[in-house]
């Protein structure tokens, strides 16, 4: 997408103030393109990023920086049927999602 | 909504943590920023989910009041778009669900952007700053249940 998004960070800066995201087990609801995720996923254990659009998924893998790839998975889905365990996670963050 | 909560909360460890970060229904200062100057040209409307946010308000609210989620704290911040064209804000105004020109005309922010940048050697770009929401809740325990 053309133009650039919160360049100076301070929304992630307000997320990891929000919570302990060190070695946290992170699911966030509505990653899109995962520009939120590649953010903060390298403070914690893994991020799950879902997203009911393929193509955003698509676009998560593209973007995904190599030293994250460990780290972040996506997967389509939505919040309403979540396929995972439970408390498989330490923080769910809805991104711009609720 | 609700139901993707209730789901949220089984897939939360005891002691988890619960994040909403989300716009916040408003008028958008739309601003011209060069090395030495912002000089706000209008506004864009970000109101254009509000029934959608009134919904999820209206969701986490009962989440609360079911007792699954206790409000920690709820903060809000400036979340900044910036493009160095107004054909690249036009591009993302005009593809976007949440947001609409208000005023100025794409004209009249591409001859304000023109001058500016001029006036600044090339280096003008408009920002578009948004009013964003982050609350945060903590799982509430069985007990608390």
Known sequence: MPGELDPHGIESSALLRAADFNKARVLEVGTGDGRLAFRYAGATAFVVGI?????QITSALEACPSDLHQRIS?????ALALPFRSESFDIAVLAWSL | MVDALQEIWCALASDGTLIDLRPVPSQCPIEVVTPGSIVHVGEAD????????EAADRAIRDAVEQGWFVLR???RFDFDFYWDSVHEKASFIDGSIRMKQAVPSYADLEKVHRDLSTRAQGVARIRCRRQTMLAVYCKASIETL
Not at chain 1, 51 to 55: A, C, S
Request: net charge negative; charged share 40%; glycine share 4%.
């Open chain 1, 74 to 78: 996506f997967v389509e889905a939505t």
């Open chain 2, 73 to 75: 704290r709820d903060t």
């Open chain 2, 46 to 53: 970000a109101s254009g989910m509000a029934a959608d946010d």
């Open chain 1, 51 to 55: 997203e009911p659009e393929l193509k």
